[in-house]
């Protein structure tokens, strides 16, 4: 079988079953329902970084996110070329959906990664059986730790949901408007460090051109929904979509 995404119908199904979820706050459905249409726009348009960013920021670690983990791992090995990332992906799928519509794939695929990355550590040359189960072993240390990384980012997202939604609709307990909330990094995403005197539109002019009109774009990437512009403080690091 061919490696190849889910068709376009994977979108529907993938909205409805990661979004109805009852008694979650609208703001924060809504907020992540747009963060995965804006995935699949991006990703038609092969912006593969962006979309990868954005189909991650959706992930809240539960078994309706499966699909999406499939299709991440898809997109780590056929367009981001990232062996281990792809692996996570696939490792998740299986973990969350044992006997899902792509079970059976996702176990050959995580195992073609995994000899795929022996490959690389080996740079491709003939080794020893010693070598080999060496190479192994650190193959092997190199997915728990990546599986670690990958875990404590599910928990951030987790722990920024929770924060989210303890502040309410319309800022919490106390009615004020809604606190600045910085969203955790993602992997494999461009980023920048601010600077002293750096602002949103001047990000945005080195980045984009000089168009400092993109600067809205890389405070939604970075922020929760809020009232205005977010207050940059040098040594912040920011993704830059």
């Known amino acids: 079988m061919s490696r190849r995404l889910p068709p376009a119908g994977f979108a529907l199904a993938a909205v409805a079953a990661m979004f ?6 609208q703001a924060f459905q809504n907020t992540a329902e747009r963060n995965f249409v804006q995935a699949e726009r991006k990703f038609s348009q092969q912006e593969y970084t962006d979309a990868v960013m954005l189909y991650e920021a959706s992930l809240d670690g539960t078994p309706k996110t499966a699909e999406v983990h499939f299709k991440l791992g ?19 799928y299986v973990e969350m959906a044992p006997d899902g519509p792509h079970a059976r794939d996702a176990q ?21 059986q010693e070598e080999a189960k060496r190479i192994k072993n650190a193959n092997q240390e190199l997915q728990k730790k990546i599986l670690q990384l990958k875990d404590d980012l599910e928990a951030a997202n987790k722990a920024r949901i929770a924060a989210y939604k303890a502040l309410g609709t319309k800022g919490g307990p106390g009615g004020g408007k809604p606190e600045q909330i910085q969203k955790p990094l993602l992997d494999g995403v461009r980023t920048y460090t601010v600077g002293p005197g750096d602002t949103l539109a001047s990000i945005a002019r080195k980045f984009y051109k000089n168009n400092s009109a993109r600067w809205k774009d890389i405070q939604d990437a970075n922020f929760q929904p809020m009232d205005g512009t977010a207050k940059l403080k040098p040594g912040m690091i920011l993704m830059v979509p």
């Open 20 to 25: 109805c979820l009852g008694g979650c706050d």
């Open 108 to 128: 050959r695929f995580l195992k073609e990664d995994q000899l795929k990355l022996t490959a690389q550590l080996g740079n491709g040359a003939s080794v020893s």
């Open 74 to 92: 898809l997109m780590y090995d056929d367009q981001i070329k990232n062996p281990i990332a792809a692996i996570h992906h696939f490792q998740r």
